[in-house]
């Protein structure tokens, strides 16, 4: 277990330190290096206050334009085992506007501003 915090809000957290985790809560709309007004969403959490989301191995990102912000929804490919992503019955990101498969090394490059960073403790 280990101390974290998100570099945008500066929550922390007492995590296990075996995974890269993305900030689960509802950051505000903010302009990203593209230079797009964007705001992301965690598909399989409901909640405002979420508790952070282990990157998996393959995400869906699935981009929608809402009014001026983009809003970025993100989920775990629920078939990462398929050799051919087009089929929108198993893979809700393919198909749509701005849908596609980020590796977890993508994600992390992505949402870099929201990756958890582990806590440095000096000691005295």
Same mark, same amino acid.
């Given at each position: ?5 998100? *570099?945008?809000? /500066? ?14 809560? #509802? ?12 705001? !992301? !969403?965690?598909?399989?959490?409901? =909640? ?6 282990? #990157?998996?191995?393959? #995400? ?8 001026? #912000?983009?809003? /970025? ?6 078939? *990462? =085992? ?9 893979? !809700?990101?393919?198909?749509? *506007? ?23 403790? =000096?000691?005295?």
């Amino acid at each position: 277990m280990r101390l974290y915090y998100c *570099p945008a809000c /500066t929550r922390v957290y007492y995590l296990s330190d075996y995974y890269e985790y993305l900030c689960g809560r #509802v950051h505000p709309t903010s302009i990203w290096s593209d230079g797009r007004l964007r705001r !992301f !969403f965690i598909s399989e959490r409901t =909640e405002i206050n979420r508790p952070p989301w282990a #990157v998996p191995n393959l #995400v869906e990102e699935r981009e929608l334009l809402n009014q001026d #912000v983009t809003e /970025t929804w993100l989920d775990a490919c629920k078939h *990462p =085992e398929d050799e051919d992503y087009r089929d929108v019955r198993r893979h !809700f990101g393919y198909g749509a *506007p701005g849908g596609k498969h980020l590796t977890k090394e993508q994600v992390i490059e992505r949402y870099g501003d929201y990756i958890l960073k582990p806590v440095e403790i =000096e000691h005295a």
